[in-house]
């Protein structure tokens, strides 16, 4: 399904398509639904609320998919729900450590939504503050900065927005397209800066 296609049920792709309005019940009983929506603009609640209002047998999304799909699909930030319940001690333990509610909030609302996938036990978030909420940390005048995942630059630009000045960046992007945008921005900045076109992991295989 995609809102953004006019048909109802013509093959895409080989598979048949429908905008969610065209999709009558009846089409839905007994199906699967799974939902391949991964983007931080998407409303999820409202997009699971329009699946569990039809009688589709299932619903699944991102934070099922893991566990629906086993280890294809536990190769990025996305793992099994039993990776987090075996380090719920940990978990415990650094919550311990934490000085302020609104962090033990936080933490134990990201666990509780690992293991539920429910949208509603996310905590709340900000975008614009996500890297650096106010009170929480304190930056020298210049930092250096090794970007994990580095896109087209797209973190470097944030830090620059909110007047953090970069002195040193070293930049690691594996997609070779995102890596053209991370070389072409790189060239009119003045910080010393050293790109890499590889991922980082904390392992060797």
Request: contains cysteine; proline residues 6%.
């Amino acid at each position: 399904m995609d809102r953004k296609f006019t048909g109802n049920g013509e093959v895409f792709e080989g598979l048949p398509a429908f905008a969610p309005k065209a999709l009558e019940p009846a089409q839905a009983e007994g199906k699967c639904l799974v939902v391949g929506v991964h983007s931080h603009l998407a409303k999820l609640e409202a997009i699971l609320a329009y699946g569990r209002s039809l009688p589709f047998a299932d619903v699944l999304w991102n934070a099922d998919l893991a566990d629906a799909l086993g280890a294809e699909a536990d190769n990025y930030w996305l793992t099994a729900r039993h990776f987090v319940i075996e380090h719920l001690r940990d978990f415990a333990e650094t919550a311990s450590h934490l000085a302020d509610d609104t962090s033990v909030r936080t933490l134990t609302g990201l666990v509780r939504y690992r293991i539920t996938g429910e949208p509603d036990h996310h905590p709340d978030y900000n975008l614009s503050e996500q890297y650096f909420p106010p009170g929480v940390l304190r930056l020298p005048k210049q930092i250096s900065f090794v970007d994990g995942g580095a896109f087209d630059g797209d973190t470097f630009r944030y830090l620059r927005s909110k007047g953090i000045e970069i002195g040193d960046w070293a930049g690691f992007e594996p997609d070779p397209r995102n890596f053209e945008k991370l070389v072409a921005f790189a060239k009119d900045i003045p910080s010393r800066t050293a790109l890499f076109p590889c991922g980082l992991s904390d392992s060797f295989a």
